[in-house]
């Protein structure tokens, strides 16, 4: 059987209340990423069950209009989980006991189910597609499960999903080729937002300053 592209649109859902619903900014960063997106023949919209992610999927699709005429799902998979719970020793010397304490303030469901679902998601959003067609899909997901899947993409080891941090509504795209590894051609992308909507979801920290970044702290959500 013949084999195309994945072409994979990746973002997490809008900036959201500590309620876990979206704010209005993070409902205009949803617009404005549907619009974005308006040229892409996006044949499917995936998104988590969480209200944050399920509305961010409603506002892009609302904002793409009648160009969309794919189908969007939910699932599990795209949720929010630990994609993997790492082991001391697999980690940096210098790093065991920010990123140990890091994992540890995560639900012990959220560690416990997060890794088959990791693999269920490896197996149902990457890779090439059957057939002879490319395919285009969304992913409305978080900021764990995007730093696990640009970590496969890169082919890095299981616990580098931590530190790989994601905006609220930023555009990554990974492109999966038959007979090629896969290639992360856009990351954490917010060109669509206007500057008072960008860096959101990240810790003052980690967002830009005159000279640089402050530090290396992960980011939840």
Known sequence: MSRAFRHLYVTRHGEASRAGVLTANGERQAI?????????PLAAVH?????????????????????????????????????????PGELPADSV???????????????????????????????????????HELLVTHNF???????AALDAPDWRWLGVNHCNAALTLIRYAPGTPASVMIFNDMTHLPSDLRWTGF??????????????????D
């Open 203 to 220: 810790p003052p920290e980690l967002r830009p300053e005159p000279d640089g970044f402050a530090g290396p702290t992960p980011v939840s």
């Open 97 to 135: 006991e920010t990123l140990t304490r890091f994992v540890s303030l995560t639900s012990t469901e959220e560690r416990e189910r997060g890794p088959a679902l990791a693999r269920a998601a490896l197996r149902g959003f990457t890779g090439p597609v059957d057939g002879d067609q490319p395919r």
């Open 32 to 40: 404005l990423l549907g619009e974005r997106l308006r040229g892409v």
């Open 47 to 87: 998104h988590g069950p969480l209200p944050r992610a399920r509305r961010t999927a409603e506002l892009i699709i609302g904002a793409l209009g009648d160009r969309f005429t794919g189908t969007a799902h939910e699932s599990a998979e795209a949720g929010d989980y630990v994609p993997y719970v790492p082991r």
């Open 145 to 151: 499960l995007i730093g696990w899947l640009v970590r």
